[in-house]
């Protein structure tokens, strides 16, 4: 154990809650719990801890528990296990009393037995009535105790939890930054904190309460620049939806504007040159992603899977083969994030740090930045997502596609590893 999981587990207090970063060793300080309460024959306020008490280590769903925990929890407990339930997450102990591993998605699961320590990891991101409706009543009989553990999420029920108790003598809070893990690199944190934004930095690293899911899209941190010499350039095509405007000679229609970004792709950051969108009928479309892949001559070109891929590809091909040009065209997929989400992660922190670069004076760059601050002041009132996304071509004019694109995940956008990687094929 490190220094500051030490002073958790060395707490004397019934309830403990700790707000820590990513990576702190939360899971790791959880496992530990669990064993030293499992093998408990008697607790601090003198009850008896019989085979019946059971200890349980909750997390959102049973499938993260058994992800985070179960491997963990037979590695640490080694020597100590008497023997497992795989199936149903049971982990019985050397005298007798068991670990159960639950998820609070199922709180029908979490009923029923008596227990005699609870610890609620990722706190956060799970259901608060949980504790007070099903939890806590669980433990009364002989007084157990919980661990909240998680990192923040703006202020929601962890908050209000590691707020409402402060004063209270059965209570503890430990609040404790990535950085306080010895065993990270300590490289890696430095390198996100210069590429992540501050606000996602100072929540997911400094366990900050304070960030409301923070949303900083803010065009004036576009910096106008020149090309980098070095860097492969990719195109990210935002199709409008396209409607059976005629059936009899079924052309399509367009009825919302479609975005053609072109990103360079350096080392120094992505520049754009150029987002070309437009009101196109399907035909239009796809000569003018070709006609832009001729220029740029793109090592890929991403459209979003679905059914506007769909009514694209066949006239894509179609005027591949009349004007000779075959660039890589790939599909796209987003991973179930809502648009607004995949825009921000794509972007802030790049944003923030000068490096989404774009050329002065481009006609784009107006109807970029117009659409930037209708984002950025609809974030910063919270609006729902669902309103923005239904606002039309809202992602006209960005790569906001290419988070999928550049095969990037969420950590590797924030780390800004993937800038450099891009993809290659
Ligand atoms: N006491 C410890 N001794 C050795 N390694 C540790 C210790 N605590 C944490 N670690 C290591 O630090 C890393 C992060 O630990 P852990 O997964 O417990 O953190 P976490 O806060 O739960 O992370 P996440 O935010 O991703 O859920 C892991 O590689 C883990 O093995
Ligand atoms: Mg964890």
Redesign the pocket.
Known sequence: ??PA?MEIINSPKRFKVVA?????????????TLLVEGLKSVNEYGYKLGVDKVVYYVSPTFQQSKD?MWK?LKQLGQGVIDSVLENTGVLRLVNGREIHLKGSDRPDTLRGVGISYVVL??YASMKPNVWEEILRPTLADVKGGALFIG?PAGKNHFYKLFTAHAKDKDWSTFSYKTVD?P??DKGEIKNAKNTMSRATFKQEFEASFSVQGGSTLNPENLVEGSEPSEGTYYMAVDPAGFSEADASSSKYASHDETAIAVCKVSTSGWYVPDIIHGRWDVRETAIRILRTAQTYRPAAIGIEKGSLKNALMPYLQDTMLRIGTFPNITEVTHGGQKKIERIVWALQGRLEHGRIIVPPGKPFLDKLKDQMSDLFSSALQSSPASTLSASPSITAGWPALSTRFFNLTKSEVDSGRATITGRER
């Open positions: 154990m490190h999981q820590a970063g990513r990576r702190f060793g939360k899971s790791y300080l959880s496992a530990v985070i963990l990891d990722e990192t893990n065993f990270l």
